[in-house]
């Protein structure tokens, strides 16, 4: 399984921004996809996650009224919308994939990873 990233850059504060995350390979018809960030020096943080199946999500607490995740399952692409961008929220966004459909928020219950893509939020 491989896991593509794309969408990050340079927005302004209160800006918005749409992250994809593309998967390909073999992989099963249910199964949950990630979005998790991380900045210099800091733990990698749960962002959000979606079942592919059935379209549940799971937000970190402090995210989900800017934060929407999405999936088009006839591209095998998960989105991140990222509303009302913040400066705090400039980091390295990764996509991962877990063959649990449990929508897990840790990152030892993923399988697979993608490279990342930055976001930087400027005032």
């Known amino acids: 399984v491989q896991l593509q990233a794309s969408g990050g850059g340079l927005v302004q504060a209160w800006g918005s921004l749409r992250l994809s995350c593309a998967a390909s390979?073999?992989?099963?018809?249910?199964?949950?996809v990630g979005w998790f960030r991380q900045t210099p020096g800091k733990e990698r943080e749960f962002v959000a996650a979606i079942s592919t199946s059935g379209g549940r999500t799971n937000y970190a607490d402090s995210l989900k009224d800017r934060f929407a995740i999405s999936r088009e399952k006839s591209r095998n692409t998960v989105y991140l919308q990222m509303n009302s961008l913040k400066p705090e929220d400039t980091a390295i966004y990764y996509c991962?994939?877990?063959?649990?459909?449990?929508?897990?928020?840790?990152?030892?219950?993923?399988?697979?990873w993608g490279q990342g893509t930055q976001v930087t939020v400027t005032l």
């Open positions: 390979g073999r992989t099963s018809s249910s199964y949950t």
């Open positions: 991962a994939l877990s063959l649990s459909g449990n929508l897990p928020r840790v990152i030892e219950r993923y399988n697979y």
